[in-house]
């Protein structure tokens, strides 16, 4: 018995045989349930968007409040400048075209109208993507001539910088039917994807409908075709990286991203990807691109019905995102084609590699709680005991078992609860929470090289068992206690959120984790992670030169001989010597919180 608490003892770290004094306070892993509830969680930034449409027109200010502006915490903002182009029209009461707009600078009424918007989502403490264009109701192209979008983009791109907390991913629009840049032509599009970026602060992602846009903006056309066709576009390839490495290029390749109307539709997504000219950017140098660069991007957009033929599977399935949702770093759908395109997963069961869900959720609840980042605290150890002047150790595995990363909230606080009392105060943390990455799949490529879904092929697509990045992060982290703090019992609780201060921030943008709802305190907006004494000072025991212990605060006393039997047990205050109990011989001392070795001579 006796060896059996050594081991542990000793694999923590309390045993010194040898030492003076044996400090007391030890790690201990917290009695805590570290499994995924599987249910739903409102985090910011991530699952399914909710759509609103503002129409902007010269000198006319919104009334947001009867427009409805804000009814979700994630929105999809579709910003009509059809005021503003004089190709802009609408039909009357009979049934004619007639003119609703001018070409011309946005004013600053309508820019003002789009703060409003923002403010108010700010204000319900959301998020939202965003899309400008001058046909959100999709009637047909009707943008102005270049020179006049590239300036909205511009202004569009000033103001957006001032909601870097409220703008998850800006999908660039600004172009063509339903701001799906279907028009205008792409190297139009590159130079407005260009002057947004230069435009915009760095904490502003954003995306284009096509890859041919990314890879005509990096330079990457093939100059000896006519044809738009981008053989270089490989992440592997020379020139990409060369391109990437550029001065033009590399302070944005974090920036970029796609967003995908046609989300899972086909093999090709609709026409978003291909395998020869004139769009010759296959779906898997698409995503490839996206795994090594899309990693603090966001990427999703409208997940579209099936349209493979009956002999393809089709994509838009929980366990085909189970597979490339890992891969795109995929964080929101448009909620628009949800019921019709989403919601029927609800049929089936989800039966793929994640074995807390596979046989156990439908797909929809799969799909539901894999966007964006989940957290699932998988270990937690912390100090047993810290005294004044100390720090308390915390050691914490947390998995982002999410298809992608948590882009909105950059402060990690530990939030401390005395549980004879009912104050609490906040310690900052050291880690970044947006580096909490999810899991890394190793491909498999040489046994599928064409990387197509064969329906349940997960064997020749990636090796489930053995992924470069499980998802599981290690924090470890020496926090310093404030010399004020009252002696007892502590719990403590992980906080992360947006500007890290529970008593002024009034929550905003806090990420709950998947255990146990219980867990999260609502009040304070964070994640239950174990608790700790706080003492006045630690319990050790020092050896005396008469062979003797002296133990510094009243303690109960166990002594062990060398075979693990328990020959002895008595309160301490004070000096402890054993020749007077026992025969000569080893013994092991231990108190409630140490063990030591003793020699009886």
Not at 270 to 282: D, H, K, R, V
Not at 427 to 440: A, E, Q, T, W
Not at 505 to 521: G, L, P, R
Not at 583 to 591: L, R
């Amino acid at each position: 018995m006796f060896k059996g608490v050594l081991a542990c003892l000793v694999s923590v770290g309390l045993i010194s045989f040898g030492a003076a004094t044996v400090n007391a306070a030890g790690l201990v892993e917290q009695n805590l349930d570290y499994t995924d509830h599987l249910q739903e969680l409102h985090n910011p930034a991530r699952g399914t968007t909710h759509h609103k449409g503002f129409y902007l027109r010269p000198g006319k200010t919104l009334d947001l409040k009867s427009n409805g502006t804000v009814y979700n915490d994630f929105m999809r903002f579709l910003i009509d400048l059809g005021g503003f182009s004089s190709n802009a029209w609408e039909k009357d009461a009979n049934g004619n075209k007639v003119s609703r707009g001018v070409s011309q600078p946005l004013d600053e009424v309508s820019l003002n109208n789009v703060r409003s918007a923002l403010d108010s989502l700010r204000r319900r403490g959301g998020a939202c993507t965003i899309r400008a264009s001058y046909d959100i109701d999709c009637r047909g192209s009707q943008d102005p001539d270049v020179e006049t979008t590239l300036i909205h983009t511009k202004q569009l791109a000033e103001l957006y910088s001032d909601y870097e907390d409220v703008i998850h991913f800006v999908e660039l629009g600004m172009f063509g039917t339903c701001g799906e840049m279907t028009t205008g032509g792409q190297d139009n599009h590159a130079k407005a994807l260009q002057t947004f970026l230069e435009n915009s602060s760095d904490g502003i992602k954003v995306g284009v409908r096509s890859p041919q846009v990314v890879a005509l903006w990096m330079g990457l056309k093939d100059p000896y075709s006519t044809w738009y066709v981008f053989p270089d576009f490989r992440a592997g390839s020379e020139r990409f990286q060369d391109s990437t490495r550029s001065e033009r290029y590399a302070k944005y390749m974090d920036r970029v991203g796609l967003y995908n109307d046609g989300y899972l539709g086909s093999d090709n997504d609709l026409g978003t990807f291909g395998a020869g000219e004139p769009y010759p950017i296959s779906r898997e140098n698409v995503i490839s691109w996206m795994e090594e660069f899309g990693v603090a991007v966001p990427y999703g957009g409208d997940f579209v019905c099936n349209y493979n033929p009956e002999t393809r599977p089709p994509l838009n399935t929980a366990e085909y995102l189970s597979y490339e949702g890992f891969r795109t770093h995929t964080s929101y759908i448009g909620g628009s084609m949800a019921g019709q395109c989403y919601n029927f997963m609800d049929t089936t069961i989800f039966v793929g590699f994640d074995p807390e869900y596979s046989g156990k959720v439908k797909g929809r609840e799969y799909v539901r709680d894999h966007l964006g980042y989940r957290f699932v605290l998988r270990k937690s150890v912390l100090s047993d005991s810290a005294a004044v002047g100390d720090k308390l150790q915390l050691k914490l595995n947390i998995q982002n078992v999410g298809f992608a990363n948590n882009l909105t909230a950059s402060k990690a606080t530990l939030i401390l609860k005395q549980v004879a009392g009912e104050s609490a105060i906040e310690i900052p943390l050291k880690f970044d929470p947006r580096k909490l990455f999810s899991r890394k799949l190793k491909m498999m490529e040489s046994k599928n090289p064409t990387g197509l879904w064969t329906g349940k092929n997960f064997a020749d697509l990636y090796d489930a068992e053995n992924p470069v990045f499980d998802g599981v992060n290690e924090i470890s982290e020496s926090v310093a206690l404030p010399a004020d703090l009252a002696l007892g019992e502590y719990k403590a609780y992980l906080r992360i959120s947006h500007y890290g201060d529970f008593k002024t921030d009034k929550n905003f943008h806090v990420i709950q984790f998947a255990n146990d709802s219980t867990y999260f305190d609502k009040e304070t907006g964070s994640n239950y992670i174990g608790k700790f004494e706080f003492v006045e000072e630690l319990q050790s025991i020092k050896m005396l030169s008469n062979g003797a212990l002296a133990v510094n605060k009243p303690s109960r006393v166990e002594v062990f001989d060398i075979h693990g039997a328990k020959v002895l047990t008595k309160v301490v205050t004070g000096e402890l010597d054993l020749s007077k109990d026992l025969p000569k011989g080893i013994y092991m001392v231990k108190t409630p919180k140490s063990v030591h070795k003793v020699v009886v001579k």
